[in-house]
């Protein structure tokens, strides 16, 4: 079954840190790379940051230095570690993932249901 399942959404004064999780099914972890995009209310989905089959990230300018994306290959989990969040951070982040680097970007084909990220200033 094709699973993504993300937790750890919650509201933050500005300048703290959440963590988010997405667990992933295996067949998916195993064979797709994976990524964090977010949606603000009124703005365009935007990709946070990905993550290939070897473990190479990549971010958006906008989270560069303050995000890490990582992996627990033994969880199946994907993490995305958000520190110095600022209000402009403040959307619904979703995981999701692709079997093709380019779709990945574009529009991956399978996504999780989102959490909610709120930074308050």
């Known amino acids: 079954q094709v699973q993504l399942v993300e937790s750890g959404g919650g509201s933050v004064e500005a300048g703290g840190s959440l963590r988010l999780s997405c667990t992933v099914s295996?067949?998916?972890?195993?064979?797709?790379?994976m990524a964090w995009f977010r949606q603000a209310p009124g703005k365009e989905r935007e990709v946070v940051g990905s993550?290939?089959?070897?473990?190479?990230?990549a971010y958006a300018d906008s989270v560069k230095g303050r995000f890490t994306i990582s992996k627990d290959n033994a969880k199946h989990t994907l993490y995305l570690q958000m520190d110095m969040l600022k209000p402009e951070d403040t959307a619904m982040y979703y995981c999701?993932?692709?079997?093709?680097?380019?779709?990945?970007?574009?529009?991956?084909?399978?996504w999780g249901q989102g959490t909610q990220v709120t930074v308050s200033s």
């Open positions: 999701a993932a692709d079997h093709n680097f380019r779709h990945l970007v574009a529009g991956p084909e399978y």
């Open positions: 993550i290939d089959l070897d473990g190479n990230v």
């Open positions: 295996t067949l998916i972890y195993n064979n797709c790379y």
